[in-house]
């Protein structure tokens, strides 16, 4: 049976030029786009929405009345399927590595606003927070629900369909384009874009959600791709390490940066743990020559806004910029 896809986001995303932050990082001004995956509508937007369009379309077909996933406990993706839920008709549970009361806000909000259920793992890793979803999900059919488990970050070859639609939605839109620069967590969203667009035209930018996200990118990616799963080796795959900092969530100097740099020239607000890495990987591939002027360019635009008022480092960093510019009122 083919794989069915349901309709949760307004597609194709609009792709907007930024003149001014290409200016501003070295390249010519036509040469920099942005392609605006926040605004695919559905609980706030971001990438997740295309991935969630199969991932909730095959729960459905199977007769789920439940989604349970993982994730940081402001994880956009655990967001985003809460309102996938919701849309649907169905509950949402969320495993989360952390304890009650980690936070108050950002995306944690929005999962209790739109009704998610959350429970807490403790602090555990990646594979322990894995088999506690499982327990969850097994838990839930013993109880007489139907669950369906969601991937961590929702990443897997079928949701990674969502990204192989975004690339034939590029190539209409941006003629010769060169590059494409995208925040890497899952793997599923790079590993679309590799197998529409080609491993030589998507530069990901590591967050460090993943240990082995190479491996990931490529497993998601070779059954999608035009030449056979053993044409595609990881070494062939551009993958940008240097913006990871202390790990996952940690905010950096180059992402603090970035962020006054976009917010600056173009209005355009980025989140601490994704989009604010990418455009850091952005501005030192332009650097290095990874990316030169005269090349087309486009950045995805993965959402996660609510992600920045979740973050209290960004938050303080922001906080000191309004009082860095503030202003005597007049006499």
């Known amino acids: 049976m083919a794989p069915r896809r349901i309709s949760l986001g307004t597609f194709p995303t609009p792709v907007e ?29 971001g990438n997740k929405i295309r991935k969630l369009e199969w991932t909730v379309g095959a729960a459905l077909a199977e007769g789920a009345d439940t989604l349970v996933t993982t994730g940081a406990p ?13 849309r649907s008709g169905l509950d949402a549970v969320l495993v989360f590595p952390a304890f009650p009361g980690t936070s108050h806000s950002g995306n944690l909000v929005l999962d209790g606003l739109m009704g998610a259920h959350v429970v807490w793992a403790g602090n555990v890793d990646a594979s322990h927070l894995a088999r506690e979803a499982a327990a969850v999900t097994e838990q839930l059919r013993r109880q007489g629900k139907r669950p369906a488990l969601i991937p961590f970050g929702g990443s897997s070859t079928l949701a990674a369909r969502g990204y192989l639609r975004c690339a034939e939605e590029l190539k209409a839109q941006v003629p010769h384009l060169r590059h494409t620069v995208v925040a890497l967590g899952s793997g599923g969203t790079m590993a679309g874009l590799v197998a529409g667009l080609g491993a030589h035209r998507v530069l990901g930018v590591d967050t460090g959600a993943l240990a082995e996200v190479a491996a990931a990118v490529r497993e998601f990616a070779a059954p999608l791709s035009p030449t056979s799963a053993t044409d595609l080796t990881a070494d062939m795959l551009r993958i940008c390490h240097d913006h990871i900092g202390e790990g996952y969530g940690a905010f950096t ?79």
């Open 253 to 331: 100097d180059e992402v603090a940066a970035a962020l006054s740099l976009a917010a600056r020239t173009e209005g355009l607000i980025l989140d601490p743990t994704y989009t604010g890495r990418a455009m850091a990987g952005l501005v030192s591939a332009v650097r290095s020559a990874d990316i030169k002027p005269g090349e087309k360019t486009v950045f995805i635009h993965t959402g996660g806004l609510p992600g920045l008022f979740g973050h209290p480092d960004a938050v303080r960093f922001a906080e000191e910029r309004v009082t860095a510019h503030q202003r005597p009122a007049s006499p």
């Open 74 to 86: 402001q994880s956009n993706h655990a967001r985003l399927t809460a309102a996938a839920a919701a």
């Open 17 to 45: 030029p930024l003149p001014r932050l290409a200016a501003a990082v070295g390249l010519q001004p036509d040469d920099l786009w942005i392609k605006r995956d926040d605004l695919t509508g559905l609980g706030g937007g």
